[in-house]
């Protein structure tokens, strides 16, 4: 048998004991997100522990996003959303991307992935209203001809898309890849040069999505970020 019914009876850290009941007055809503948890000397006490078990209960818990500590004051219970669970790895991707530029090209091809996956989503789901604001981000790409204000519109377009898709998971997500990918690399995103390159691409996406064309709108998402690839390749060897 292989469950967990026979075998040796292993021993917990007291630690790990601590953090499971914290998580569970977290999980059972009896500690809210912004409420103080008890403080160390009540916990010791309640659970039968010394200083280090506690201390090193609440470590993990910070490290899992579920509580804030601040110099000074209590712990806090965070909030936990899809938004921060992305952001929580920030740091642990960004490690990552500087290790090694095929972790990059590794997220090139996830985003290839999620977005021509999100805009078929998009393309079911687009109303006029979505589309109107699709449009007025091109239109506000077109205003702004180039630099930061340029990438912000054009970033702000594909963020809009993957939100369309109705999974906040995916929009989270495509944020979280976009902004990994502007911070190390602004060209794999847009650069200069190519601005009315990129506008007619986006344009061609929204025109899919309006026609409700999912096909159309993954291909022309697909050529457009293929190309964006390209372009920077070839950017990047040519200086």
Do not use: C
């Amino acid at each position: 048998m292989s469950d967990n019914s026979t075998g040796p009876i292993r021993r917990r850290k007291l630690s790990d004991e601590v953090l499971e009941r914290l998580l569970t007055l977290i999980r059972s809503g009896q500690l809210q997100p912004g409420d103080q948890l008890p403080p160390e000397r009540e916990l010791m006490a309640s659970y039968g522990v010394g200083r280090p078990a506690v201390r090193e209960a609440m470590q993990q818990l910070a490290s899992m996003g579920m509580i804030t500590i601040n110099h000074g004051e209590r712990a806090r219970v965070s909030e936990v959303t899809i938004q921060s669970m992305i952001a929580h790895f920030d740091n642990t991707a960004r490690f990552l991307l500087d290790e090694s530029t095929e972790n990059i090209d590794h997220l090139k091809q996830a985003r290839l992935f999620f977005e021509t996956g999100m805009v078929r989503m998009a393309a079911e789901r687009a109303g006029e209203a979505d589309i109107a604001r699709l449009q007025a981000l091109i239109d506000e790409m077109q205003q702004s001809e180039h630099g930061e204000a340029f990438i912000e519109r054009d970033m702000a377009f594909h963020h809009a898309i993957a939100k369309l898709s109705g999974n906040p998971i995916f929009a989270a997500t495509a944020y979280a890849m976009l902004h990994w990918l502007k911070d190390y690399h602004t060209g794999i995103v847009s650069f200069r040069g190519a601005e009315d390159v990129s506008i007619r691409e986006h344009q061609r996406i929204a025109e899919r999505l309006a026609a409700h064309d999912a096909d159309g709108a993954e291909q022309a998402m697909r050529d457009h970020l293929t190309r964006a690839s390209e372009r920077y390749r070839l950017r990047s060897e040519s200086s």
